[in-house]
């Protein structure tokens, strides 16, 4: 209700401000940068096929969320490490008028890494996954993996690039950002949005975004080594 709100009262600002201007532009805009996106053209069908054996590398495994089993294991190959577990909203960072403490009961305005100015990171505009903390079971750093690395987040038919934004729970796995939620067309609510399961995260090795918050940079960098991931033997 509140971005409804806040929607229909910017709208009307501008068209008492500017009657020549149609107020369709901005609503359609904002519709299209929101849609289901499949980035790049490398398929969510090739990766998958390079993930369907484990060779587990954590030295045991993660839940899904508090309370639940603990069955998933982080596996990996010479090029990456990869999970396949649910995906729960991270709305930490700079708080915005979809991530703030009214919308998200557990949010922090503040993420593992930052940008380049020295701001968090912001949960609705940039795409990024969270790693456990570093403990006995995994280490995410052991595995050449670092705030800024590029991940290739797969559900159903849908590839998104991401970078390693947060850190969270010690036996926790399977989150992402707002920002990566929206894209892969999962619900994004920070209270009841997510899905139980179904979401590939493929974490590349040595790789790195600089800025972190350059998603673009995320694309071209993570389309090049998922084809060179796709093509290893």
Not at 70 to 90: H, N, Y
Not at 96 to 103: A, K, M, W
Not at 117 to 126: M, S, V, Y
Not at 212 to 228: K, N, P
Request: some cysteine.
């Amino acid at each position: 209700m509140r971005v409804q709100s806040l929607t229909l009262v910017a709208a009307g600002a501008a068209l008492l401000a500017a009657p020549t201007m149609s107020p369709q532009v901005e609503p359609s805009a904002r519709q299209e940068a929101l849609a289901p996106r499949h980035e790049g053209d490398v398929l969510a069908a090739d990766l998958l096929a390079k993930v369907r054996e484990c060779t587990q590398v954590s030295h045991g495994r993660y839940r899904s969320d508090e309370g639940r089993p603990a069955t998933i294991p982080v596996c990996g190959t010479r090029e990456a490490v990869f999970w396949k577990a649910d995906m729960d909203i991270d709305c930490d960072g700079q708080p915005g008028v979809r991530c703030n403490r009214d919308t998200d009961p557990a949010f922090t305005d503040a993420t593992a890494y930052q940008q380049s100015n020295g701001r968090q990171l912001n949960a609705e505009r940039l795409p990024y996954i969270v790693v456990p903390t570093p403990s006995p079971v995994w280490d995410y750093r052991a595995s050449d993996i670092r705030g800024g690395s590029v991940a290739a987040v797969i559900y159903r038919d849908r590839v998104q690039y991401a970078v390693v934004g947060d850190v969270g729970p010690r036996n926790i796995i399977g989150e992402a950002s707002y920002a990566s939620a929206e894209g892969l067309g999962i619900p994004s609510d920070p209270r009841s949005g997510g899905t139980a399961s179904g979401v590939t995260y493929i974490v590349f090795k040595d790789s790195q975004v600089k800025p972190i918050e350059d998603h673009a940079a995320a694309i071209a960098t993570g389309e090049r080594l998922a084809r060179l991931f796709v093509r290893a033997g």
